[in-house]
């Protein structure tokens, strides 16, 4: 019976060291604007995935009115990223922040899976400074990104 509250001791305060988000060293601070077919896009989520040969977890963010923020505490470290754009209708878990965040708009297309589930865009995030992102999506998933005459 020892040797098994010892176990439970011992596992339990390596998952508290290796869990706890907020025991891991800042990364850094990411903002930057999106827009969906020229426009900014209402609501939805940035993520970025690290590359490989780059550490750390998956960081993402909420847009709000075209704009999101990551901030230091939860940023990514220094290396390259591939970013994912997803909206508001594409977010498959919901989130807390995300029921707070306005609707999209009628009539808003989801973005491109291009630009998401087999988005090639990448970023690199610099250690010297915070970064400034400018991402340009599009709803249609083939590379000619002008819009339709109305």
């Known amino acids: 019976m020892r040797w098994f509250s010892l176990l439970v001791i011992l596992l339990g305060g390596t998952v508290a060291v290796c869990g706890c988000r907020s025991a891991r ?5 990411v903002r930057g604007t999106v827009t969906l077919d020229g426009k900014p896009l209402s609501s939805g989520s940035v993520v ?4 490989q040969g780059t ?4 960081c993402y963010a909420l847009v709000q009115q075209g704009r999101f923020h990551i901030p230091a505490s939860r940023g990514p470290f220094p290396g390259t990223y591939r970013v994912e754009v997803y909206s508001a209708v ?11 965040a306005q609707p999209d708009p009628p009539g808003e297309p989801p973005v491109a899976p291009r630009f998401n589930t087999q ?21 249609r998933d083939s ?3 002008s819009l339709p005459p109305r």
Do not use: F, M, Y
């Not at 970025?48 to 590359?51: F, G, I, N, T």
């Not at 550490?55 to 998956?58: F, V």
């Not at 594409?90 to 707070?100: A, D, G, S, Y």
């Open 119 to 139: 988005s090639q865009l990448t970023v690199t995030i610099s250690p010297e400074e915070p970064a400034e992102l400018t991402l340009a999506v599009s709803s």
């Open 48 to 51: 970025l995935v690290p590359a």
């Open 143 to 145: 590379e000619d990104t």
């Open 90 to 100: 594409q977010l498959r878990v919901p989130l807390p922040e995300v029921e707070q």
């Open 25 to 29: 060293e800042p990364g850094q601070e």
């Open 55 to 58: 550490r750390g977890p998956k």
